[in-house]
């Protein structure tokens, strides 16, 4: 099966930077997606790593290190809007998930404080 | 581009019974998945789907239940409701390819009595 750890939640001052950590255990490894979910809104996509390496997207960029099954989002410039949960979800082959269904962590619940 | 559409917003239902849920994918896209939210286990990959066939299934048990019709439209079916079948049930679209993500609609809230 896979296993995707996230904190639970962090807390971050307006116009500073924060790091959410995922770390995961999976066999046919496929991609990592990031997504963020406003309170009783629908996820909405950030972003896609299957290379290691940083992809950067405006204020947000995310990880993959494949070797140490770990990924990071960073967010720069932080805005009270940005306060909502991110989940990191992994696609995987031949697991549980199946080969397009993706393994979600329980996100990480960010509070942005003035 | 109109986005992932699902049907009803909320509903509430009551154990033993039967319910039915929908989701149209955004335009072209032919993956639809589903997912349940709760606040303890999170997102929870239910199946995919794709051309009317399911290709992939999670470990949830016999009572969900899903199809695919010929315009990508999907539907999924719980029956013999329990009370910890209360979640939101997210549906999730795709265009075929690999490293394109999904597009969630904004579930259906199912509340059991």
């Known amino acids: 099966g896979q296993n995707i750890d996230q904190p639970t939640e962090m807390t971050a001052t307006e116009g500073a930077i924060v790091q959410i950590n995922c770390t995961y255990q999976?066999?046919?490894?496929?991609?990592l997606f990031w997504y963020q979910q406003h309170a009783g809104e629908a996820p909405t996509f950030l972003s896609y790593?299957?290379?290691?390496g940083l992809e950067e997207k405006g204020r947000f960029s995310s990880f993959l290190s494949r070797s140490k099954g770990y990924s990071y989002l960073l967010l720069k410039e932080l805005q009270m809007k940005d306060s909502a949960s991110y989940l990191c979800a992994v696609r995987a082959l031949g697991s549980g998930g199946g080969a397009d269904g993706l393994t979600f962590g329980k996100g990480t619940h960010l509070i942005i404080q003035p | 581009k109109a986005g992932v559409t699902q049907t009803p917003r909320y509903l509430i239902k009551t154990r033993g019974q039967q319910v039915t849920l929908s989701c149209s994918p955004i335009s072209g896209h032919r993956s639809v998945s589903w997912y349940q939210q709760t606040p303890g286990q999170g997102l929870q990959f239910l199946f995919e789907y794709f051309s009317e066939t399911q290709r992939n299934k999670g470990n949830f048990p016999g009572r969900f239940s899903g199809r695919q019709f010929s315009n990508s439209r999907s539907e999924m079916n719980v029956s013999t409701l329990e009370l910890g079948d209360s979640a939101l049930y997210l549906c999730a679209s795709r265009s075929g390819a690999r490293n394109q993500p999904q597009h969630f609609g904004d579930g259906t809230r199912l509340s059991i009595l």
């Open positions: 790593n299957v290379l290691d």
């Open positions: 999976t066999s046919g490894f496929n991609g």
